[in-house]
């Protein structure tokens, strides 16, 4: 039986996990929660012999009431840090009207997470929007930075204080994506030109609201989190894979920081994706040896992959999102300890890698996929919100624990 080697991260390394608002707070009236809800969505899911209800967030895991169970939760893995999000369509339900009741309520949830000797990685937008503005167009509508701006001012006035690090947007290029061109998400369009719109005012909205964090705090740390896919010419040997490949990490991992003029303190990666080219539709052929519930290919050493390509923007690296649906827990402690043996590669090479945060603490509600994917630590009983620890948690708290990762 092969020995057992033991990977030390750097001292002060940060183990976490992430959560997003919308997905575990329940209770929140949004563009998503109106979209869930529409006539046409019910008869396509009924159609596909699926149950509307499962596709609704509704009550998610009640954690807008649970947030205390959720933090001992956090204590119990032994991280040092969480990432959690504030719900904007809560803070401003109407245009211009502060609910200030619920920045109350998100100053307790801070308040205990720091009496928890939790780091805070606060997300400020993660794809959802209020109502009001979804009515005048969402991002493609160039006034939603002043809009976004506004927001980003009072929460770092109320509630600044408390936070370690700021997530402006999570994952832009997936609302873009999935939002204005495939239609898969809210808004729901299939139009290249208010792609652009969008686009381009979320890169905006980043750099007005990265100088206003650092006007109120000088020494704030302030960046994004970018979904990194890893992506490789499927024969090494073919040109026109290798120059497809490249104009994909360009357009999907790159294009968008680069925009960014350097104003962003670190960034974060959510990697999930490796996409193996080739130059005929559908451009991607992996040969998927092992996949998740969700039926993505599991590639550790894209990890590797995707931290080398964003070390020339010399910034600190965390991995911000990274984890897999699986309901019956048989892969997730075998991914997490692959994954971390990569992200110590990297360090090794001179990554300035300081973190990795796994996603997710609990059983969400995943998006356009409903409560059917299984990413938490800790199952959750949505009927109960009974919260379970799986067996790969305790793996994961001891490698927090010993800020170590045994691997073969």
């Known amino acids: 039986m092969p020995k057992q080697k033991i990977l030390k991260f750097p001292a002060g390394f940060l183990w976490g996990v992430s959560t997003s608002a919308y997905q575990i707070e329940g209770g929140n009236v949004n563009d998503w929660s109106q979209w869930e809800k529409l006539e046409a969505r019910s008869k396509k899911l009924s159609a596909e012999g699926k149950k509307p209800a499962d596709y609704i967030c509704g009550s998610a895991c009640d954690s807008y009431n649970r947030y205390e169970e959720d933090l001992d939760l956090v204590k119990n893995l032994n991280c040092g840090a969480y990432r959690l999000g504030i719900e904007w369509s809560r803070i401003e339900p109407e245009q211009g009207q502060w609910n200030l009741k619920e920045v109350e309520h998100y100053r307790q949830v801070l308040q205990a997470a720091k009496a928890g000797n939790l780091k805070i990685v606060l997300t400020l937008w ?40 700021w997530v402006i947007l999570n994952e832009p290029m997936v609302h873009l994506a999935n939002g204005y061109l495939t239609g898969k998400f809210p808004p729901n369009k299939k139009n290249i030109f208010q792609a652009c719109k969008a686009y381009n005012n979320l890169t905006k909205a980043h750099l007005m609201g990265y100088g206003i964090i650092h006007k109120k705090f000088r020494l704030a740390k302030v960046g994004l989190t970018m979904l990194t896919n890893y992506f490789e010419p499927a024969r090494r040997w073919c040109a026109g894979e290798w120059l497809i490949a490249k104009l994909a990490n360009h357009c999907w991992n790159d294009r968008f920081v680069k925009k960014l003029k350097n104003k962003f303190d670190f960034l974060g990666l959510d990697y999930y994706f490796h996409d193996r080219i080739v130059w005929y539709p559908p451009f991607k052929k992996n040969l998927n040896a092992s996949v998740t519930g969700m039926g993505w290919e599991i590639f550790p050493q894209g990890i590797y992959k995707v931290l080398k390509n964003y070390k020339k923007f010399n910034k600190p690296l965390f991995v911000m999102e990274n984890g897999l649906a699986d309901a019956k827990d048989n892969k ?16 090794g090479e001179g990554g300035d890698v300081q973190g990795y945060f796994y996603w997710s603490l609990l059983d969400n509600f995943e998006w356009a996929d409903g409560f059917a994917p299984k990413f938490g630590l800790y199952s959750v009983d949505h009927k109960t919100f009974k919260r379970s620890a799986r067996p790969s948690a305790k793996v994961y708290a001891e490698i927090c624990k010993n800020n170590a990762v045994e691997v073969d």
Not at 332 to 347: P, T
Request: proline residues 2%; hydrophobic residues 45%; without cysteine.
């Open 332 to 347: 997730r402690a075998k991914f997490i300890i692959e994954h971390l043996k990569y992200v110590h590669q990297a360090i």
């Open 126 to 165: 993660h794809w959802t929007l209020p109502l009001w503005l979804t009515a005048q167009g969402g991002w493609a509508n160039k006034k939603a930075v002043e809009y976004f701006v506004r927001y980003v001012e009072l929460i770092a006035g109320e509630l600044g204080s408390y936070v370690d690090y």
